[in-house]
């Protein structure tokens, strides 16, 4: 086992990144009751936006775990990853699902009115880059040597 490997043979990702979104969702929850501001109340495409934007994020979602499936891996950060993955929504961000995550939080804030589950999206995903991301680069580098890193030279991080 190297630096870049937990016990299961997997990144060394602590904490489970869906985790991080439902406490800052709950976050955004509370804020709201502390500080309610309705920032989309009268905007007449509101509903529309929130169901576009949710029909977004179950796509990546669904396709990413679609992919994960037929590739016979699990898609848990902390589990082996035998292969690399570069179809679908991985042919344009290296981290998809992460991605979905944040746009589902957004489309959920839309949805209810919520402008600080909308707005705790971001520092979601800046923990899951801290927590999650960088750990699993550093994993599949190692892993996965060169055709990781070409992969990475070509595909975005996140958008």
Do not use: C
Not at 35 to 45: E, K, M, Q, V
């Amino acid at each position: 086992m190297n630096h870049t490997e937990n016990d299961q043979g997997g990144a060394r990702v602590r904490f489970p990144p869906p985790m991080v979104y439902l406490a800052w969702l709950g976050l955004g929850f509370l804020a709201q009751r502390v500080w309610p501001y309705d920032a989309f109340t009268g905007i007449r495409s509101r509903a529309l936006s929130a169901v576009v934007v949710g029909l977004v994020a179950l796509a990546v979602l669904a396709s990413t775990l679609s992919l994960f499936k037929r590739s016979g891996q699990n898609p848990a950060p902390w589990t082996p990853s035998e292969k690399l993955i570069a179809r679908g929504p991985y042919r344009y961000s290296r981290n998809p699902m992460y991605v979905g995550m944040a746009l589902f939080q957004v489309a959920l804030g839309i949805a209810l009115d919520n402008i600080w589950v909308v707005v705790f999206a971001a520092p979601a995903l800046a923990i899951i880059h801290f927590i999650a991301v960088v750990p699993e680069e550093a994993y599949l580098t190692v892993r996965l040597g060169e055709p990781y890193l070409r992969y990475k030279a070509r595909v975005r991080r996140y958008l």
